[in-house]
Nanobody
Framework: QVQLVESGGGLVQAGGSLRLSCAASGLTFSRTTMAWFRQAPGKEREFVAAIDWSRHNTGYSDSVKGRFTISRDNAKNTVYLQMNSLKPEDTAVYYC?????????????????WGQGTQVTVSS
């Protein structure tokens, strides 16, 4: 069965950095689009970033563009989210998602596979 396991969350001060990882198993990782979503308390889950199987195409939400970088290592079946210049409004549970899609899809409903989430808290 498909498993996505996130790690790397934690507590950081505003302006700091964190790198999230998501290790995938049970699927042909090199053929999947991988994405990160996040959900803050009381808010809907929202798209953060996505990367297609080729690693050449990436997409970001406007709120993180220029601060976050998504990357993947197909040999390790792992996708990463490097988060720099963190702000208190980045505080959320971050979820990894995967599916066999074309391009960098930002539609949550298109992803069938999800991790359990990792908490990121940014203090002011």
């Amino acid at each position: 069965q498909v498993q996505l396991v996130e790690s790397g969350g934690g507590l950081v001060q505003a302006g700091g950095s964190l790198r999230l990882s998501c290790a995938a198993s049970g699927l042909t990782f090199s053929r999947t689009t991988m994405a990160w979503f996040r959900q803050a308390p009381g808010k809907e889950r929202e798209f953060v970033a996505a990367i297609d199987w080729s690693r050449h195409n990436t997409g970001y939400s406007d709120s993180v563009k220029g601060r976050f970088t998504i990357s993947r290592d197909n040999a390790k079946n792992t996708v990463y989210l490097q988060m720099n210049s963190l702000k208190p409004e980045d505080t959320a549970v971050y979820y990894c998602a995967a599916d066999f899609l074309r391009g960098t899809n930002n539609n949550m409903g298109e992803y069938d596979y999800w991790g359990q989430g990792t908490q990121v808290t940014v203090s002011s």
